[in-house]
């Protein structure tokens, strides 16, 4: 019986997240995107080619996982090659409805990090690292918007480079018209180890072609003196099962 009252766990947890967007890092989904991501900045430009991908291992248990391909000429000469591999384990401890207005969803979590060594051709950081994350989804249930505040803070373990950052972010999520959405990410980390705010934030529009798929397009700007690059722009093709 208890495998039968699991199972159905499963299915009633998938139907209450149907309509969650797999931009918000917290949704309960089950996508694969392939993304395109160009930045520019004083040493360099870079492209980002990389799968980003999630699913439910449970229904209080996400795995979200990315492995990046750069092309890059920050070192003066063009380079590509593999750059990271993330994989992101995501807990969800509690749920449940604050009022009649709002739903409130809580996430722990961590990011482990491998590097493929190629700081050489000016591709990654230089050091595998780990760090682990918490963050809150507020729901406000008659517009579907989502505000998703999350602190993590990244430590480097091995690798030629010392990390030790801690980072603020901000999620606003917001759909609209007929399977449409907007998204705005703002990203506020503090270097300890360079003592610099390296500050972004990126907008995201998309549109939902039905169940199975989606596309998406972002733009992305540094801010403060210490940006991490000047301004970007994205895509996104998203499958979803």
Do not use: C
């Amino acid at each position: 019986q208890k495998y039968f009252l699991a199972f159905g766990l499963m299915l009633v947890t998938g139907m209450a997240s149907a309509d969650e967007n797999a931009s918000n890092p917290l949704a309960a989904v089950n996508n694969v995107d392939l993304r395109w991501q160009y930045t520019s900045a004083d040493p360099g430009d870079r492209h980002d080619l990389f799968v980003d991908a999630s699913h439910m291992m449970l229904p209080v248990l996400k795995l979200k996982y990315e492995v990046h391909y750069n092309f890059t000429d920050v070192t003066g000469s063009d380079e590509n090659d593999l750059e990271k591999l993330v994989i992101r384990p995501i807990y969800f401890p509690y749920q449940s409805k604050l009022n009649e207005a709002w739903g409130i969803k809580a996430a722990l979590g961590f990011d482990w990090i491998v590097e493929f060594d190629n700081e050489d051709k000016g591709i990654g950081v230089g050091a595998d690292q780990i760090a682990p994350l918490v963050g809150v989804a507020f729901r406000y249930f008659s517009s579907g918007l989502v505000l998703i505040p999350l602190a993590q803070h990244f430590v480097s373990y091995n690798g030629d480079t010392d990390v030790n950052m801690t980072a603020a972010r901000l999620i606003v999520l917001q759909p609209f018209g007929e399977g449409y959405w907007a998204k705005l990410d703002a990203k506020v980390p503090y270097d300890w180890e360079n003592d610099r705010w390296p500050v972004s934030a990126e907008i995201q529009v998309g549109y939902n072609f039905g169940p199975s798929w989606a596309i998406y397009a972002d733009g992305l700007v540094g801010i403060g003196s210490d940006r991490p690059y000047d301004a970007g722009v994205g895509l996104g093709l998203r499958f979803k099962y």
